[in-house]
């Protein structure tokens, strides 16, 4: 099968990415194989290329936002069935018996495997995975729709989660960086009936963007919006706007750091998390996230906006999202 394989991490622009022939992947008795039909090109598989995450595996077939058709079953699968699509995501595997995971937190986990980092991932023709980590995909999305939601979704998700707000309605809250987990929070922020304020770079393609979806406001990366807000998420993997960020809540505002990868948080004022402020990560997704996700996403329904790539032009996508040149998100086709 065709596949894109890295071999040892490198700066986007020497397109340390190729294209081989490999072995089609055969599943274990609790997997699935399935045939990869789009995947989704995250700022994750960035830093997985370029190395701010450590090497741990090599080499590795990058990708974690698969939609596919499950092409083969392993002997104990029972509950999927041959030519099903389902979608693939981060988190690949969890140990099940750590603290964490029998806390209904598995993102969390001891021992986990990830998607595109330390098991080959859906950058190529075919992926095996657990059959319990594949998610059945809602009919209302078609596949290059879908393939976004199963991390930038997911995650955007979770960080609504973790915003604190319980209720949406009239709820101010900002986004810092309008990628694609952006672009998909704003819709199910606003669904709920919450005032979206954006704060991103590129007026031409991100604050339209975002305008079009809804924002109330749109301005520059740490530009102040016009009224405090109850809650900020940052999505851009960029330390130095925490402060702004933390500035612009109100009190008792709660702070989400979205990324895997983040550079250094400068030092802050104590006054930027009194009257109770906080900051807070999220890390992975749970099962229950995507599958409570995918069905509000389906319910609203949201509609992702993609730049299709073809496979073998993985380092060109990933070029341009490193300088964010997607509007929404990029998507290769298999």
Request: aromatic share 6%; proline share 6%.
């Amino acid at each position: 099968m065709r596949a894109v394989l890295l071999d040892q991490p490198a700066p986007i622009e020497r397109h340390p990415l190729r294209v081989a022939d490999v072995d089609v992947p055969q599943p274990a008795v609790d997997e699935v194989r399935i045939k990869v039909r789009a995947c989704g090109v995250c700022r994750t598989d960035l830093h997985v290329v370029e190395g701010d995450l450590e090497v741990r595996r090599a080499p590795i077939i990058p990708g974690h936002q698969v939609v596919g058709t499950i092409e083969s079953l392993g002997a104990s699968v029972t509950d999927r069935q041959i030519g099903a699509r389902v979608g693939v995501a981060w988190l690949h595997r969890s140990c099940g018996c750590c603290p964490f995971c029998t806390s209904q937190r598995e993102n969390l986990c001891d021992s986990p495997d990830f998607t595109g980092w330390t098991v080959h991932g859906g950058f190529a023709e075919h992926l095996i995975a657990p059959a319990s980590f594949t998610y059945p995909l809602p009919d209302g999305f078609s596949d290059l729709q879908a393939a976004p939601l199963l991390c930038a979704g997911i995650i955007g998700f979770r960080c609504l989660a973790k915003t604190g707000i319980d209720d949406w309605s009239g709820a101010r809250l900002g986004l810092y960086g309008f990628g694609a987990a952006g672009h998909v929070a704003i819709q199910i922020a606003r669904a709920r009936g919450a005032e979206v304020y954006v704060c991103t770079r590129d007026r031409k393609k991100h604050q339209t963007l975002a305008e079009e979806l809804g924002a109330v406001w749109t301005g520059g990366t740490i530009d102040k919006p016009p009224v405090a807000l109850d809650a900020g998420i940052i999505f851009a993997p960029a330390g130095e706007i925490v402060p702004a960020a933390l500035s612009h809540l109100d009190k008792g505002g709660t702070l989400v750091l979205g990324g895997i990868h983040m550079s250094p948080i400068p030092e802050l004022a104590y006054e930027l998390l009194y009257r109770e402020r906080a900051v807070r990560s999220v890390a992975n997704n749970t099962r229950a996230d995507g599958v409570a996700f995918l069905r509000e996403a389906a319910a609203i329904p949201v509609r992702t906006h993609v730049e299709t790539f073809p496979l073998e032009e993985a380092n060109v996508a990933l070029h341009r999202l490193k300088n964010d040149a997607i509007r929404g998100a990029a998507v290769l086709t298999i």
